[in-house]
């Protein structure tokens, strides 16, 4: 099953090299992947909506899930399974930095689906620009070559379930924690 897995992998990443590369996505898809950097973009969409009295609830939420989303992953898992990125075992002209750390899960993408989650629970109007950026920044780490698709996979089902969690810790959290 896991040679399986990482067959698909490798055919998945040189299918989008070899039929997808093109030098607007070339130009688009590293400045959209540094959107995702440590998280920033959904680190600003929870300070945001912390700053909102109508949304703050969600805002404690979503940072509380980033946290938690990288130590489990981030210092986690990634440190665990230790998996190389694509990038380092085949050469390529690289249209990003080399990234320092391991590959397995997508850190871009656990903080994009749990960002895009809780920002969608808190106005589905909100919905309508994050999912979509969440799913373009997933996107571009195979673009870029520095993910696996299995660590886009696993990174997007772990954003879910933290997505979730985010929500229904808002649900419990007591209004009096959030007021000011």
Known sequence: MLEFIQNADWTILHWIQENLRCGALDFILPKLTLLGEAGAIWIAVGLALLISKKYRKYGVCLIAALVAGLLICNIGLKNIVARPRPCWLESIDLLV??????SFPSGHTWSAVTGALVATAANRKFGYVAIPVA???AFSRLYLFVHFPSDVLAGAAIGAVL????VVLYKHLPEKLCKR
């Open 97 to 102: 930095n080399n990234p320092k750390d391991f």
């Open 135 to 137: 799913v373009l920044l």
């Open 163 to 166: 997505g979730i969690l985010a």
